[in-house]
């Protein structure tokens, strides 16, 4: 079992930044994969960063690339995403979730967090 629990959101001004965290709990969580994903009121759920479980290989979401920074120490047992740049259509719930499976597809993640809202004002 793996508990996850996400922290960092508030309210930017566009082209700031934002850091959050994730805290995992449980026996093996450092070798999961661990990844951030991302919900809009009336949108699905986006994709947006996941990491391996030794953070030897990042992948992003074609609407971060380049802004977003994921990374994670599994000493602590902590995930980050560094937010740059942020703007408005930036603004979500942000979630934090733990696989097995190397994917993209929220569909393979086991574990979820309660999320942590992301507001980006113009």
């Known amino acids: 079992q793996v508990q996850l629990v996400e922290s960092g959101g508030g309210l930017v001004q566009a082209g700031g930044s934002l850091r959050l965290s994730c805290a995992a709990s449980?026996?093996?969580?450092?070798?999961?994969?661990m990844a951030w994903f991302r919900q809009a009121p009336g949108k699905e759920r986006e994709f947006v960063a996941r990491?391996?479980?030794?953070?030897?290989?990042?992948y992003y979401g074609d609407s971060v690339k380049g802004r977003f920074t994921i990374s994670r120490d599994n000493r602590k047992n902590l995930v980050y995403l560094q937010m740059n740049v942020l703007k408005p259509e930036d603004t979500a719930l942000y979630y934090c979730?733990?696989?097995?499976?190397?994917?993209?597809?929220?569909?393979?993640?086991?574990?979820w967090g309660q999320g942590t809202q992301v507001t980006v004002s113009s």
């Open positions: 979730a733990a696989s097995r499976t190397t994917s993209s597809d929220g569909r393979e993640y086991d574990y």
């Open positions: 449980g026996r093996t969580v450092s070798t999961y994969i």
């Open positions: 990491i391996t479980w030794n953070g030897g290989f990042t």
